[in-house]
DNA sequence: AATGCTGGGTCGACACCTCGA
DNA sequence: CTCGAGGTGTCGACCCAGCAT
């Protein structure tokens, strides 16, 4: 049909469509002032026939900011999906016109590799969803463009941190079973994971608390399944079986209620299993998941916000701990009689 | 300390600071052939020194291709966010220097918002995981775009399917329960969702042809564990219990397991479950799940070369069939005699 | 004075061409 | 003729100054 292949139609070409310029044909496009109504509806009726699509790439560079925010996250992490949910649920407060760019953080492709993209993109400021980079490599980023990080703890000059109090958190939880009778309390270890050393040392320091220090027991875990079901078999070749394991996070602790299943436990009855995040599975494991509430909405919100305000130089860097609430369900009761 | 806020360096700073001119700088940076060793070094010391990255979207624009591929996901879709980590970890192909552009489908903004970014990015094209767009909308966004289809089945000229095949798939689950002597069969169904249609009327077929078309059950369910839960609620409210459940997909699955053994029923002496799509939470429910595997590693292989392949124009649209494949596990047993 | 509109310069990197050993 | 190097125009849209009413 054309003699060749058709090239993607500029504003040029749509400024030859409508008959004006390619000023008048840009303002409409983005919809600033300065065009009148008539040649407004003129253009973008031009736009549609000829099938025109602003081209990103060039807006971006010729405006002086990029108008992105980048958000590095693990796919696989359902937590970590509900938070990236929750920053595009986000209504855009006026003014915050940021579109946000995803980076994926994979196996074999580190943090590192996410991050760099978004850095040649230009992105205005890097929301980092629990990344466990060195805080050198932090601080190196942060050089470049403001960094938001969510659910991981740092100390360190001009990063921002948005969190749930793991501390306080896991102090909920454990109290949650001392209150109903529990002393021989186990605990699945996050190991190297966001907020893992936080909550190990809550489990530990609330037991010691409550004169249970000697009764501390640490399982290694992980984040998965898995590695629940894991550390629950070797809790119960032990010869003391706890009344109750607290779990690093709910997919552990998912893992811990199917491995005291599958070795005909009954939950609560025999064993209590509390977790933490009330993630979404926290309701449709085979016993409803007590567990430690974080907001992933409201930590996504002030993320952006704080992404926001970072970008256009608002506010300073700094800490916002948002609090943890415990949700009661079925997987925790009463000490069993022995 | 700077009189103003530090512009970016950008490849003129590089030359000034390199002491060579912007083409050979450039030629550096992109590992161009064309200049001499020692130039290379020195320019790699510089870039290293003043802190110079390319600028993607000035690269991007000049170059007469993006190298972009888009990729439209549900984002708290487990099954999707595997296929998603199989695209990343593709070895990419000499020649396909692709970078892929996540776009996220979130409740609140649909797949029309999600592609959006993408096509104004100039993609050269999107690989669609999963989505029930209508297909006159795909049609248009192929007129734009190469477009490959992921988990969906579609018969329209010029759009590139990749899938397992449903039907296949679901009659190896139907006969497997057949072949362990199950008679009462019912099918938690998945709406809307891709495959459904297809998996249903293959559970209806498999029925059938076994002599079975007047045990039909089909139950509304969805693609989720409430949705499981909830049909299961149902079966079992019923006259007669089936002694062997099939659901669309293995998260459905994983409710209908969850709500059978709330209701007191073992599994698989009592009712034998079977899933669909062999996702990683089938190895550690409660009971681990027979299911149907469908090779997300090698979906996400064959669709990054079609989509490299659609764009570089190496090849025309078709549709490329995976084969499905039983996984037994524990869910399923012998019919239970009565 | 305010509104509607136009033209030229520019963002940053690369493609292409030229030139000197 | 090959190889390393430099200069210039361009990708597509937007910003700004300026010109008309």
Excluded at 129 to 134: A, E, Q, V, Y
Excluded at 150 to 178: K, N, Y
Aim: proline fraction near 5%; glycine fraction near 10%.
């Amino acid at each position: 049909m054309t003699e060749q292949a058709r090239r993607r139609p500029t504003l040029v070409d749509l400024a030859d469509a409508a008959g004006c310029s390619t000023s008048l044909a840009s303002i409409v496009m983005r919809g600033a002032p300065g065009a009148s109504e008539a040649t407004r509806r003129r253009v973008m009726a031009a736009a549609e026939r000829i099938g025109y699509r602003p081209d990103q790439r060039a807006r971006s560079l010729r405006r002086s900011t990029s108008g992105l925010i980048g958000v590095a996250y693990h796919v696989s992490e359902p937590f970590h999906a509900d938070l990236v949910e929750g920053l595009y649920e986000v209504e855009a407060p006026s003014g915050d016109d940021f579109d946000l760019v995803l980076g994926a953080v994979v196996p074999g492709r580190g943090v590192e590799q996410t991050i760099e993209p978004l850095l040649r993109q230009r992105c205005e400021a890097i929301i980092l969803i629990g990344t466990m980079l060195p805080v050198a490599r932090l601080r190196r980023i942060r050089e470049e463009t403001p960094l938001v990080l969510v659910a991981r703890r740092v100390r360190a000059a001009g990063i921002d941190v948005v969190r749930t109090d793991d501390h306080d958190g896991q102090r909920l939880a454990i109290e949650h079973l001392i209150g109903l009778g529990h002393r021989s309390i186990a605990y699945v270890d996050g190991g190297q994971h966001p907020g893992a050393a936080t909550r190990r040392r809550s489990y530990r320091d609330t037991m010691a608390a409550h004169g249970l220090g000697d009764r501390v027991r640490v399982v290694a875990g992980g984040n998965t399944e898995e590695e629940g079901i894991r550390a629950t078999r070797r809790l119960l070749e032990g010869d003391e079986r706890p009344t109750a394991i607290a779990a690093f996070n709910d997919r552990a602790a998912t893992g811990v209620l199917t491995m005291l299943i599958r070795a005909g436990l009954r939950v609560p009855e025999d064993v209590s299993v509390i977790g933490f995040d009330d993630a979404r599975i926290a309701r449709t494991t085979i016993v409803p998941l007590t567990t430690v509430r974080q907001d992933t909405a409201l930590m996504a919100r002030v993320a952006r916000e704080r992404a926001a305000g970072l970008a256009r130089q608002r506010f300073v860097a700094g800490e916002q701990v948002l609090v943890p609430e415990l949700t009661v369900r079925q997987s925790t009761g009463p000490v069993p009689r022995s």
